[in-house]
């Protein structure tokens, strides 16, 4: 397994890490291993989950109602002196 380095971390987010790693119940070190493996592994997985669901949601909630005409009497409305 190959080890990593991290240099010139500003003090603020070491802090944050070890109180996450501590909510947690883990090291900082595990800690980091678990943020790096979720936003660089489990991103795309969870992007294509979403992209379903939201996909999947417009589908349910499309309405037959053509909205054009209610926004074009808005805005009619509004730019009358």
Do not use: C, W, Y
């Not at 010139?8 to 909510?23: T, Y």
């Not at 070190?29 to 997985?45: G, P, V």
């Amino acid at each position: 397994m190959a080890q990593l380095t991290v240099r010139n971390v500003d003090e603020q987010i070491v802090r944050a890490l070890k109180k996450r790693a501590v909510e947690h119940g883990q090291s900082a070190e595990a800690e980091h291993r678990d943020i790096l493996r979720e936003s660089l592994l489990e991103t795309a997985a969870t992007r294509d989950s979403f992209a379903r669901r939201a996909a999947a949601l417009r589908a349910r909630l499309r309405s037959s109602i053509d909205s054009t005409e209610l926004i074009r009497r808005d805005r009619d409305r509004d730019s009358s002196p």
